[in-house]
């Protein structure tokens, strides 16, 4: 690495977006980097020059490989990392399922086709304990209502070579009231983008989940 490394917006949205993660202020994780409060908030926020001992300083502080701030991990499959030396393997009640989930995110839409099972990536929200995505009226996604599927949610934490799982089963519904899909698509922004005017719900008949963490 250079001496000087030029900081593009996206680390300081990467920065941003991992404190947030973690729950933590910029005084926090400046202290944690050894660094002025200031410097690290126009980091987040605009243009600017890290070194390479403290781009490594605020990666141990967040948590993350040094790489990761900088996106160099964007093109790989997550969890390439070694495991941990004393890992466990828990089952997850119900309960925390629903905790991990609840903030939305991305997770998979699990279901039969003639050629085998698929696993379609879509951007979902848990409204009033339900799994909600949207999808293009008459597509693939969209003739799933009235079918049992599966949705599957994770999160991999790199550094710490731990994460979780989550799986629910359910029937896919359509929601026809227009006042309600109104009322999803302002809450459901699908990073593919499109006319994706349908609105489906997996009402959660079955939830388990399983977290891999360092004793």
Known sequence: ??????????????????????????????????????????LENHSANI????????????????????????DVPPGSGVPSRLPALDELGEGECRRLIAPG????????????PAAIPVNYAVVDGAIVFRTTSGGELDDLIGENVGFEVDRVDEAFSRGWSVLVSGEA??????????????????????NRGSCVRIEPRRITGRRIHTN
């Not at 994780?29 to 409060?37: F, G, K, L």
């Not at 390479?52 to 160099?72: C, F, H, I, S, T």
């Not at 995110?105 to 085998?116: H, K, M, S, Y």
């Not at 999803?184 to 593919?192: F, G, R, S, T």
């Open 51 to 74: 070194s390479p001992d403290a781009l490594r300083r605020l990666a141990r502080a967040l948590e993350v490989p040094a790489a990761e701030l900088l996106g160099g991990h964007a």
């Open 105 to 116: 995110g991305v997770g998979r839409v699990v279901f039969p086709t003639e050629a085998g």
């Open 173 to 194: 519904t359509g929601v026809g009231d227009p006042g309600e899909v109104g009322r999803l698509h302002e809450i459901v922004k699908p990073w593919a983008g499109g």
């Open 1 to 42: 690495m250079p001496n000087g490394v030029t900081a593009r917006s996206d680390l300081g949205r990467r920065v941003a977006h991992r404190r947030g993660k973690l729950g933590l202020t910029i005084g926090q994780v400046a202290a944690r980097a050894r660094m002025s409060p200031g410097y690290l908030d126009y």
